[in-house]
C-alpha cells in the first residue's frame, strides 16, 4: 500500500478513499454520503480501517487497488490512513486507536491518552475545515517551514505508532491544549459549569464558567466553546450553549459533534427547523446590536448571537428564558406538523 494526498491528477486513477470521500475511488469513510462496503462500516474512519485489515475479503473489498489517498488532514484521517499503510500490525492498538479518532472527530473522552494523541496530531479538539491552526507534530518536525496537509501527512505519518503509546514523549505540544480542556472538565466536576437536560424536547441547557477560558474570563471573540468537556457531560440531541459576559450572555447552538458523521452505533441527530425560535428570539432580544443568526461555519453549529459583523456578543436575554422559548416554539412546531 502507498499513501498520496488527493489531488485532481489522482482524479482518474483507481484508488481508495480513506476517511474523505473522491471521485473514482473505493470508499472506506464515515463522511456523509460515503459508499462504504456495509460490512466494515463503523462510527469512526479509523475503526472502518481497521475492520478492513481484520477482513478476511480485505482482497475483495480493496479490489486489488494499493493506492490509498486522503483529500483532508485530521486526526482520524491520519489513524486512518495509517491503519490502512500499516496492515494487521495496526490491530494491536485498536483499543488506542480508536478512542484517538474519536477525540478527534468527535470531541470525546474516553481517556487522557487519546485526546492528548489526538491533540499533537491536530492541535484543537474538534475537527473542522475552518481550523487554521495546523498540525503541532507537523509544525514541529517542518522546524518552522510551512506546512501543507500533504506535507503534513509525510511528516506525520512515520510518528503515528510513538504518538500513540508513547504520547507523554510529545508533551510540549499537549500539554496546554490539554490543560484548557481539563480546566473546563473541573469545571464541570466542580458544579461552576452545569448541564441541565430537558428530557422532552432532548435540549441540553449547558451553562459555562467564565473563568475557564482564562483569568480575565470568557472572551466570546478569541475563545472556543470547550468542545471535549461539553460532549462528556451533555446528553441531549441539541445544545444550548452560554456563558455569562459583561453585559449579558454569549450563545450559541450546537448539534452533537458527533452528528455530522454517518455513524452506525451512535444514533443520528435529525437536524431541526429552528427558524420559528430564531424568529421569536429576535422578537423579543432588547440587545439591537445583536441577532439570533442561523450558522453553519461549524460542522455541527446551529445558531450564534452575533453583532453586524458576524462577531459573538451579548444576548439580554436570561437562559432560563431561551430554554423554555427553545421547548415551546419546538413543541408549537411539532404540532402544527402533526396536524397537516
Avoid at 37 to 62: G, Q, Y
Amino acid at each position: 500500500m502507498r499513501f498520496e494526498f488527493y489531488h485532481s491528477g489522482l482524479e482518474n486513477i483507481p484508488k481508495l478513499s480513506v476517511d474523505g470521500t473522491v471521485s473514482n475511488s473505493i470508499h472506506f469513510s464515515h463522511w456523509q454520503g460515503n459508499e462504504t462496503p456495509a460490512e466494515v462500516k463503523a462510527d469512526t474512519s479509523t475503526e472502518i480501517a481497521l475492520n478492513l485489515i481484520a477482513s478476511p475479503n480485505r482482497e475483495r473489498l480493496t479490489r486489488g487497488i494499493d493506492l490509498v489517498t486522503n483529500n483532508h488532514f485530521d486526526t482520524d484521517g491520519v489513524l486512518s490512513v495509517w491503519t490502512v499503510l500499516t496492515g494487521a500490525k495496526a490491530l494491536e492498538l485498536r483499543d488506542r486507536l480508536i478512542p484517538a479518532a474519536e477525540a478527534g472527530d468527535f470531541s470525546e473522552f474516553t481517556s487522557e491518552a487519546a485526546v492528548r494523541a489526538s491533540i499533537v496530531i491536530q492541535g484543537s479538539d474538534q475537527a473542522s475545515p475552518n481550523d487554521e491552526g495546523g498540525s503541532p507534530l507537523a509544525a514541529y518536525l517542518a522546524k518552522g517551514e510551512v506546512v501543507d496537509d500533504a506535507r503534513a501527512y509525510e511528516l506525520v505519518l512515520p510518528e503515528v505508532e510513538r504518538v500513540i503509546t508513547q504520547t507523554n514523549d510529545y508533551e510540549q505540544l499537549w500539554r496546554g491544549p490539554w490543560q484548557r480542556i481539563a480546566a473546563a472538565i473541573d469545571s464541570f466536576e466542580r458544579g461552576s459549569s452545569t448541564v441541565q437536560e430537558f428530557k422532552e424536547s432532548k435540549l441540553s441547557l449547558v451553562v459555562l464558567a467564565p473563568e475557564i477560558f482564562c483569568a480575565s474570563g470568557f472572551n466570546p471573540t478569541r475563545h472556543a466553546a470547550p468542545y471535549t468537556a461539553i460532549s462528556h457531560y451533555a446528553h441531549g440531541e441539541i445544545y444550548l450553549i452560554t456563558t455569562p459576559i459583561a453585559d449579558g450572555w454569549s450563545y450559541r447552538i450546537d448539534y452533537p459533534y458527533y452528528s455530522w458523521a454517518e455513524t452506525i452505533v451512535r444514533p443520528p441527530i435529525a437536524r431541526r427547523d429552528l427558524a420559528p425560535l430564531l424568529s421569536r428570539l429576535n422578537e423579543l432580544e432588547s440587545n439591537r446590536q445583536g441577532r439570533w443568526k442561523a450558522d453553519s461555519t461549524e460542522m455541527t453549529s446551529a445558531v450564534k448571537f452575533l453583532d453586524g459583523a458576524g462577531r459573538p456578543c451579548a444576548s439580554r436575554l436570561f437562559p432560563e428564558r431561551v430554554a423554555d422559548l427553545f421547548q415551546a416554539t419546538l413543541a408549537s412546531t411539532a404540532a402544527v406538523a402533526a396536524s397537516r
